[in-house]
T-cell receptor
Framework: DSGVTQTPKHLITATGQRVTLRCSPR?????VYWYQQSLDQGLQFLIQ???????AKGNILERFSAQQFPDLHSELNLSSLELGDSALYFC?????????????FGDGTRLSIL | GDSVTQMEGPVTLSEEAFLTINCTYT??????LFWYVQYPGEGLQLLLK?????DKGSNKGFEATYRKETTSFHLEKGSVQVSDSAVYFC????????????FGKGTTLSVSS
């Protein structure tokens, strides 16, 4: 058990809809990362928050947004969903902002767009 | 930009065989290097890491040495078990580029008894 909790485990929805994925980091971790895993793109970094502030952006679409709340949990919002957004979305957390620190991953949310 | 290249899988081995999964990277400076493992239906787990040249990371019988001269971080295990069947990801972070992980495409390992 990594200590990172992601909900829901599975989401099935239709094109054009909006969904929210939730992540609770390990106790004490201030950094939260979101990654997307798909068959064609592999594992790609989307966005990072540190103690409530956005720290880095990767290959995140404009239709996607995220935030980190004062209790450090994070939400990833995906809107105007397209078939190509079907993927496994992982949240990871780490203690701080040191690139040597390992990231601890949740079990992911599998998003299926019909 | 920074990137990680892993050997294509799947890798199929018999129990107790020797394992090598090749990983090379492209990055300026001195990245930190990681191996993560993903078991079916689960998230990624850190297997081992190395943060500077010539460091050797090790865990659960797996080893990898940070070779700056060949920009490589190959994963090895002397005797694999059926329970090692999983997908293995090589990854890097570079301090000057933030702390996000850059992953290779993953290598599927299947071990049979």
């Amino acid at each position: 058990d990594s200590g990172v909790t992601q909900t829901p485990k599975h989401l099935i929805t239709a094109t054009g809809q909006r969904v929210t994925l939730r992540c609770s980091p390990r106790s004490g971790d201030l950094s939260v990362y979101w990654y997307q895993q798909s068959l064609d793109q592999g594992l790609q970094f989307l966005i990072q928050y540190y103690n409530g502030e956005e720290r880095a952006k990767g290959n995140i679409l404009e239709r996607f947004s995220a935030q980190q709340f004062p209790d450090l949990h994070s939400e990833l919002n995906l809107s105007s969903l397209e078939l190509g957004d079907s993927a496994l979305y992982f949240c990871a957390s780490s203690a701080g902002q040191n690139s040597n620190q390992p990231q601890h991953f949740g079990d992911g949310t599998r998003l299926s767009i019909l | 930009g920074d990137s990680v290249t892993q050997m294509e899988g799947p890798v199929t081995l018999s129990e107790e065989a020797f394992l090598t999964i090749n990983c090379t990277y492209t990055a300026t400076g001195y990245p930190s290097l990681f191996w993560y493992v993903q078991y079916p239906g689960e998230g990624l787990q850190l297997l081992l890491k190395a943060t500077k040249a010539d460091d050797k990371g090790s865990n659960k019988g797996f080893e990898a040495t940070y070779r700056k001269e060949t920009t490589s971080f190959h994963l090895e295990k002397g005797s694999v078990q059926v329970s090692d069947s999983a997908v293995y990801f090589c990854a890097l972070t570079r301090k000057q580029a933030g702390t996000a992980l850059i992953f290779g495409k993953g290598t599927t390992l299947s071990v049979s008894s």
